[in-house]
C-alpha cells in the first residue's frame, strides 16, 4: 500500500494526518473569521478560548476518563503554549505593512 493510500485509509478510519489536523483547524478559523464580521476580535478569541477549554474538559472527562486532571491541565497548557509560540512567530500573521 502506498503512502498516500495507508492516508486515505487511515482519514477513511476518522484518524488524522498534519494536513487533515490543518484542515480541520482551518474551519474553526473559518468560523472565527465569519463571527468577527459582527463581535470584536478582543471578545471573540476568549470565546473561542473558553469553547476550547470546555471541549477539551469533555474528552479529558468523558473520552479519556482522566484521573489526575491536574497532569492533563500542565499538558494541555504546554501544548497550547507551543502552538501559541509557533503561530506568534508565523510571518504569515504579521499586518500587511502600513496597516498599523
Known amino acids: 500500500m502506498s503512502n498516500r493510500q495507508e492516508r486515505r485509509a487511515a482519514r477513511a478510519q ?3 494526518d498534519t494536513a487533515g ?3 480541520v483547524a482551518a ?5 472565527a473569521n465569519r463571527e468577527n464580521r459582527k463581535i470584536p476580535a478582543t471578545d471573540l478569541h476568549l ?7 470546555r471541549y477539551n474538559a469533555h474528552v479529558a472527562k468523558a473520552v479519556l476518563q482522566v484521573d489526575d ?3 492533563f491541565v500542565e499538558h494541555m497548557v504546554k501544548q ?3 502552538m501559541l509560540r509557533q503561530n506568534l512567530a508565523d510571518p504569515e500573521l504579521d499586518p500587511p505593512a502600513g496597516s498599523a
Do not use: N
Open 14 to 16: 476518522g484518524e488524522l
Open 21 to 23: 489536523f490543518l484542515q
Open 27 to 31: 474551519r474553526f478559523i473559518d468560523v
Open 47 to 53: 470565546a473561542f478560548l473558553w469553547a476550547a477549554s
Open 69 to 71: 486532571h491536574e497532569a
Open 80 to 82: 497550547y503554549t507551543e
